[in-house]
């Protein structure tokens, strides 16, 4: 099979949002945005529609203070409309916005159906409880996604089957799996953080298939390489959104190297699988809504300590030695869940730093705290 991609691993700065859409739109067939981890992408690639996660990115705002975007929502969603505004969505055929956080879903939604209405043949509204785990928000988020495909299946004027459905979520928990492989061989060292960042970051816009050819040969080639040694400051990184790999650059600059991460574009992007044993709706809504690590979005009794055991977990399992939580200005949901993680943390004796991000990841003022944090981390030997 021909691999459509230029290299094996794009980063975001490789692609433009019109080259990413452009190889796929070449060969005949629909692409489509998505904004959030919690989106079921599952049933877009069963219509033979390639999903590509819009991240937003650092580069300046000009067009989206235009039209009244509130200066106090995060970057992610200030940059997410700028880009659209600009026209750089201009070859999507569609764009999906799941409800999971105020800004980057309603917000953008409403923005999206005002102000680029047009732009996008199909523009949808996906409807995600924000309480998990319970029969009842189960039943109203199948009932969701089944109204989500019917709109598709509109739109494509053709049927989504059940089998593509099934061979969607197959493929999907494959990459899933593979990208598992890649988070452990990096634990042991034999990937850096930084390509395996690039992993996942390439898993959001290419197709499935062709990204798990990709990422086995990436497994092939790492497992006969010899590991770099485990001795370097090992950092779990926890947030929302990145718009690039500047921040794992930066800390394996600094001889430290990220072995896990709680990161929208890490492990809460594709930790958990999919069932394969039910209904594939139901197997989707209750994948999306239960998976770990949640989103700091959701309203579930449980969902701190949730998060604390899944950090608690990656810790361990990848002998990280310290937190770095980056996090998003005006991100509210982040930040009130940081305050009982920090505690938690503290308590724990377990090192950690919070740095705040806005249009940059701030780079000196974070080059400063990571090092007082190796400091710190060296002199525990
Ligand atoms: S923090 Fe939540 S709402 Fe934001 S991208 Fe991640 S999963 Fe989606
Ligand atoms: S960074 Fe926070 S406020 Fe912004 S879109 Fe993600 S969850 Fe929402």
């Known amino acids: 099979m021909e691999l459509s991609i230029k290299k094996p691993f794009f980063t975001p700065k490789d692609l433009s949002w019109h080259e990413r859409a452009k190889w796929w739109k070449d060969k005949g067939k629909r692409v489509l945005g998505y904004l959030c981890s919690d989106f079921p992408e599952e049933i877009v690639y069963a219509g033979g529609i390639l999903p590509i996660r819009i991240l937003g990115s650092n580069e300046a705002i000009s067009e989206a203070y235009k039209y009244s975007i509130n200066p106090y929502s995060c970057y992610v969603t200030r940059s997410i409309l700028d880009i659209a505004l600009k026209g750089e969505l201009s070859d999507f055929d569609g764009l999906a916005i799941t409800t999971t956080c105020d800004a980057c879903g309603l917000d953008i939604y409403w923005r999206m159906e005002d102000q680029v209405k047009g732009s996008f043949p199909f523009l949808y509204l996906l409807p995600r409880p924000s309480i998990s785990k319970t029969e009842s928000s189960h039943k109203f988020f199948r009932v969701e996604l089944f109204r989500f495909k019917e709109s598709l299946e509109e739109f494509l004027q053709e049927e989504i089957p059940k089998s593509s459905l099934a061979h969607a979520i197959k493929v999907y928990n494959q990459n899933r799996s593979l990208l598992r492989e890649i988070y452990d061989l990096r634990g042991e060292g034999f990937i850096s953080g930084v390509d395996a960042a690039s992993a996942v970051f ?48 930066l800390i394996e600059d600094l001889g430290g190297t990220v072995v896990s991460d709680d990161l929208c574009v890490g492990s809460r992007y594709f930790w958990d699988p999919v069932s394969t044993d039910r209904d594939p709706l139901e197997a989707l809504a209750t994948r999306y809504l ?32 310290a937190v770095v939580f980056c996090l998003h200005k005006y991100c509210d949901t982040h930040q009130l869940d940081y305050q009982i993680l920090a505690e938690e943390l503290e308590e724990r004796e377990i090192p950690f730093l919070v740095h705040i991000i806005e249009q940059n990841i701030g780079t000196a003022q974070l080059r400063t705290k990571l090092e007082a944090l190796f400091e710190i981390i060296n002199g525990r030997g």
Do not use: Q
């Open 290 to 321: 239960d998976k770990e690590p949640a989103c700091p979005c959701m309203n579930t009794e449980s969902k701190v300590e949730d998060r604390l055991n899944f950090i608690l977990m990656m810790l361990e399992r990848y002998k990280a030695d």
């Open 202 to 249: 390439s898993s959001m816009g290419n197709p499935k298939d062709e990204s798990n050819l990709l990422l086995s040969r990436m497994i092939e080639e790492a497992k006969v390489r010899e590991p770099k040694s485990s001795a370097a400051p090992r950092i779990h990184l926890s947030g929302s959104v990145l718009f690039n790999l500047e921040l794992f650059e």
